[in-house]
């Protein structure tokens, strides 16, 4: 399986830009970085996907390195709202046998302090 | 709003029932995953069909089973059940049979409660 590594937690001040990392060292050419986001009790939410270049919408930004080994998602100014559980993912390209079995980690829980 | 339908929302039931979870993906979604969510475990992938094929399969247990219809709906079987299936159990869909260039929509999930 291709395994992404994140942090734990992390704590950002509200109205502060928060840069969430992940590590995917294993990622093949045509596995796709995805984020998702949970609230407590709630389904995972979409945020972001990128291949190599870096992506903006309106929700974040997605910055994916060079080697594409590790991607960081950038949330510009965060808010209470932004209190999350970050999950990074790689979809696995449609070659991989493992195609389709996209494995969620731990994630990142993100405090935001007011 | 995903567009994703998970019915129910809450299910309690005795160890040894069966029960079924169902699954309305998003308009024009073919694919659809579902995934268990304990309290001690992350988001642990079940399986996947696309247009009413098994595509990929996780560590479901052998109890577990699901299908898609035509219709694409989507329903998932557990029997036998135990106290560790406790958790809550969650759909998504996405476009294409594999999600690369399309988002995961996931739906708000199935508390399942064995007592």
């Known amino acids: 399986d291709a395994k992404t590594t994140q942090p734990n937690s992390m704590e950002s001040n509200e109205e502060e830009p928060v840069h969430l990392p992940c590590n995917h060292s294993?990622?093949?050419?045509?596995?796709?970085i995805h984020w998702y986001r949970q609230l407590p009790s709630q389904g995972p939410e979409y945020v972001i996907h990128?291949?190599?270049s870096n992506v903006n919408n309106r929700m974040a930004s997605l910055a994916i390195a060079e080697d594409r080994k590790s991607s960081t998602l950038i949330l510009h100014r965060a808010t209470l709202r932004d209190a999350a559980v970050y999950y990074c993912?790689?979809?696995?390209?449609?070659?991989?046998?493992?195609?389709?079995?996209?494995?969620f980690g731990d994630g990142t829980t993100l405090t935001v302090k007011p | 709003d995903s567009g994703v339908t998970q019915t129910p929302k809450h299910l309690i039931t005795a160890t040894g029932q069966r029960v079924t979870l169902r699954c309305s993906p998003r308009?024009?979604?073919?694919?659809v995953y579902w995934y268990q969510q304990s309290l001690d475990q992350g988001l642990q992938f079940l399986i996947q069909?696309?247009?009413?094929?098994?595509?990929a399969k996780g560590n479901i247990l052998e109890r577990f089973s699901a299908q898609q219809f035509p219709d694409l709906h989507s329903e998932l079987n557990l029997s036998s059940l135990e106290l560790g299936d406790s958790a809550l159990y969650f759909c998504?869909?996405?476009?294409?049979?594999?999600?690369?260039?399309?988002?995961?929509?996931f739906g708000n999930g199935t508390r399942l409660t064995v007592t």
């Open positions: 998504a869909s996405s476009v294409d049979v594999v999600f690369g260039n399309s988002p995961l929509h």
């Open positions: 990128g291949l190599t």
């Open positions: 308009s024009g979604d073919l694919s």
């Open positions: 294993t990622i093949s050419g045509t596995d796709y």
């Open positions: 069909y696309y247009n009413g094929e098994e595509r």
């Open positions: 993912i790689l979809s696995l390209g449609i070659y991989n046998t493992n195609a389709g079995k996209s494995t």
